[in-house]
């Protein structure tokens, strides 16, 4: 009886009949080699690999406090003061919804101030002014609401 044991026998036969031939990735150098260990390698390669970000790793109050911060760019490019608000206040019903039952470690978050982001929100658009053509309309409108009560104070 030989030394080679059973399993040494059957990588041996299976290189003999080329079932390790023309496997993908070879004669190419191992990924991450000459790095130090990691031990969670395999969590990391697997959210780079699916592409999912790794602040979906997060307890809940860090997300929404990671939410906060970015509140300023996620509403920059909003159209209306409303919309800015309905995004305001999606973001504090979450906080609200994690306030009546906390989840992960105790850490401090509180609901956002809307009337100081709708604030921000208009300092950092550029002024607005209306065109010529609104500016006739609304005169007309106006003229016209003059001449109409002009009316009735001259049947009274």
């Known amino acids: 009886m030989s030394d080679e044991s059973w399993l040494d026998k059957q990588i041996r036969l299976a290189q003999e009949r080329g079932d390790f031939d023309n496997l993908p990735g070879t ?3 191992l990924p991450d080699h000459g790095q130090s260990y990691d031990e969670q390698w395999w969590l990391k390669s697997y959210l780079r690999r699916e592409g ?10 860090l997300k929404l406090r ?13 159209p209306s003061e409303f919309a800015v608000r309905q995004a305001v206040d999606q973001l504090n019903r979450r ?11 105790r850490i401090t978050v509180s ?5 100081k982001v709708v604030d921000r929100w208009r300092a950092e658009r550029p002024s607005a ?12 409108r106006a003229a016209w609401w003059r001449r109409k009560s002009r ?5 009274d």
């Not at 939410?67 to 909003?78: A, C, M, N, Q, S």
């Not at 906080?95 to 470690?105: E, H």
């Open 129 to 140: 002014t209306p065109a010529p053509a609104e500016s006739a309309v609304s005169h007309r």
């Open 151 to 155: 009316r009735r104070s001259e049947i």
């Open 111 to 115: 609901p956002v101030n809307a009337d």
């Open 52 to 61: 999912v970000p790794t602040e979906a790793l997060l307890p809940p109050p």
């Open 95 to 105: 906080i609200a919804d994690w306030l009546r039952n906390p989840s992960g470690p």
């Open 27 to 29: 004669g190419q150098p």
């Open 66 to 78: 990671k939410e906060i911060e970015r509140l300023p760019g996620t509403v920059r490019d909003l």
